[in-house]
């Protein structure tokens, strides 16, 4: 069969046509990168911040953002990033991970942490750690190194220290202010337990009483090559028992990442996240519900968290780059960044 010149010119404008509509495309999939993080929700209070400690909060969220946003600008991992950023804010005092992290009733630090590769599905987590400078680093080991997903205690800071971590005294966690905090907290639990349930309820009530021992940091992202990861860390609840273990090292309760749905990390009060099963719960419901990530993680966090009794947030991040970041405490602080320079953080609500 023969084709008119003029077939041949339309044929060719065709055929480049397509392929530059999928250059474009291929090149918007690659440029679609996010990072999401967030340094604890509670009773976050306006009137209760300094502009100085405002500005040292949002500094410290900044840079974290700068780490894994470094990151994800050349090209990286989605898994490399959120260690990244989570090992920013576990080495900065303010937040409740690393340096800085809550202590036990007995006077401890007993710190836990998770990530999460999206694309392979692989995950490693560590609890009630006391010597791994950044906690974040042994669940990665965890995961990289050796067969397991899940290890505590000992064994973990042992395996830790054979597969390169910074080992520290427990000494180096401790700060000021976190030991404040205990003093404080093992004060209001001991009113608290000689209160009848409805007296409690009112000390409780009272601003900062409630939420106050919350706090943990984690990390989301999508990479430019669209797999996702999600890391946490945290010292878990001020004033928490020996061996207590929070949700953030429990994979698909804290951390949860998919590349069929989303990427999670939470913070609250571990104890209703882990009964929840709340960030496999927000995947599932996008995922056997058809449901958006903005229905899922609303209903998760705004409907059945506050209906059991618990509190907090959570961030997630899809596959096609949509972000969440609902918390049902008075603030949280968070911060998010994207390939095209958009960025924000912010620390409280509107309630
Ligand atoms: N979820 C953490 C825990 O229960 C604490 C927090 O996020 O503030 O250990």
């Not at 999460?116 to 609890?127: F, I």
């Not at 080992?167 to 009113?191: C, H, M």
């Not at 009112?202 to 797999?227: E, I, S």
Request: with cysteine; aromatic share 8%; hydrophobic share 40%.
């Amino acid at each position: 069969m023969k084709y008119t010149i003029g077939q041949k010119v339309t044929f060719l404008v065709l055929v480049l046509f397509v392929y530059m509509r999928s250059q474009a495309q291929t090149t918007s999939t690659r440029n679609n990168y996010v990072l999401v993080i967030h340094g604890g929700a509670g009773t976050i209070l306006k009137e209760q911040m300094t502009p100085q400690k405002e500005a040292a909060y949002k500094k410290g969220l900044n840079e974290a953002l700068e780490a894994g946003n470094k990151i994800l600008k050349q090209g990286g991992n989605a898994l490399d990033a959120v260690e990244a950023a989570v090992k920013v804010m576990e080495d900065n005092p303010l937040f409740n991970a690393g340096k800085g992290a809550v202590f036990t009733n007995e006077g401890k630090n007993e710190m836990d942490a998770a990530i999460m590769d999206g694309s392979t599905r692989k995950a490693g987590s560590v609890a009630g750690i006391t010597t791994v400078k950044n906690p974040v680093t042994a669940a990665r080991a965890v995961m990289d190194k050796s067969e397991h997903v899940m290890m505590a205690g000992k064994g973990a800071e042992k395996f830790a220290a054979a597969n390169g971590c910074t080992i520290v005294d427990p000494a180096y966690f401790f700060t000021e202010d976190r030991w404040k905090g205990l003093l404080k907290a093992r004060q209001l639990d001991s009113v608290k337990s000689r209160l009848d349930h409805d007296s409690a309820n009112t000390l409780l009530k009272q601003p900062g009483n409630r939420d106050y021992k919350y706090g943990t940091v984690g990390a989301v992202a999508l990479d430019t090559k669209g797999n996702l990861a999600a890391a946490t860390s945290t010292g878990g609840m001020t004033n928490k028992k020996y061996g207590r273990i929070g949700d953030a090292p429990v994979i698909g309760a804290g951390t949860y990442a998919s590349n069929a749905t989303c990427a999670i990390s939470c913070t609250g009060w571990g104890e209703y996240f882990i009964r929840l099963v709340m960030a496999k719960s927000v995947s599932d419901r996008m995922e056997l519900a058809n449901e958006t990530l903005q229905q899922a993680t609303g209903e998760m966090i705004y409907k059945q968290l506050p209906a059991m009794g618990g509190d907090g947030g959570l961030i997630a991040v899809d596959n096609k780059g949509n972000i969440a970041m609902p918390f049902n405490t008075k603030g949280m602080y968070r911060g998010y960044i994207k390939a095209n320079g958009e960025t924000a953080v912010e620390i409280y609500g509107d309630k």
